[in-house]
């Protein structure tokens, strides 16, 4: 059985010296390395830390490089398009004698196509979209109609908040669409048209809903 153990250091002699020194050199190597993890700051876990998306922001602003060019037979006219949960005017161009609305009919047809095409990706870089249907129309008014009534091909109270405030606000900003201070619509149903005020209110929180003017335009 010759060589089956191990001879144990005794107290106080020199062997036992020599391991006692080797314990405690471990014991500060981990000590130190525990101190400099402490002094850059990292902080010991078991369980991975999500640090979570870095944030991002969103201009709702073009550049200049990024406004649409016009043509020589077109005008720049304000569209309310969604940014940031809020509505945000960018200029687009329709046909001269549109803004001034020198035909309301022409020019509220105009002012659609514009606010219901979707934005083009210099737009769709700073933030914005729309809300508005992309098959959205306007339709022939009838008779009895109170005056200015400008008929949709979808009930406005069908259409999501957004979309109706991007639309009211839209053609508030053309005078030839505005009646006493609002924008009067109607759908293709046998409801009354309505007129709706486009309110600072309603930019900042379109989703709370456009303001009506009255319930009922006579």
């Known amino acids: 059985m010759s060589g089956a153990f191990r001879p144990v250091p005794v107290p106080g002699s020199t062997a036992w010296a020599s391991r006692l020194r080797g314990v405690v050199a471990a014991a500060g190597a981990v000590l130190a390395v525990a101190v400099l993890a402490s002094g850059c700051g990292i902080r010991t876990t078991s369980v991975p830390v999500d640090a979570g998306a870095a944030p991002s922001r969103v201009p709702c602003k073009l550049s200049s490089a990024d406004v649409t060019t016009r043509s020589p037979d077109s005008v720049a006219a304000?569209?309310?398009?969604v940014c940031a949960s809020q509505l945000v005017s960018v200029d687009r161009p329709v046909p001269s004698g549109t803004a001034g609305g020198a035909d309301r009919l022409v020019a509220a047809r105009a002012l659609l196509d514009q606010v219901r095409q979707a934005p083009p990706e210099s737009e769709r870089r700073a933030g914005f979209s729309t809300a508005v249907p992309a098959g959205l129309r306007l339709e022939p008014t009838r008779a009895g109609d109170?005056?200015?009534?400008?008929?949709?091909?979808?009930?406005?109270?069908?259409?999501?908040?957004?979309?109706?405030?991007?639309?009211?606000?839209?053609?508030?900003?053309?005078?030839?669409l505005v009646t006493q201070g609002s924008v009067v619509l109607g759908g293709p149903g046998d409801y009354r048209p309505r007129g709706y005020l486009c309110t600072s209110q309603t930019k900042a929180r379109p989703q709370d809903g456009t303001v009506p003017d009255v319930l009922v335009r006579d």
Do not use: I, K, M, W
């Open 146 to 176: 109170p005056a200015g009534t400008l008929r949709l091909s979808s009930q406005p109270e069908d259409l999501s908040e957004e979309a109706l405030a991007q639309l009211v606000c839209t053609y508030a900003e053309n005078e030839a």
């Open 78 to 81: 304000p569209v309310y398009l």
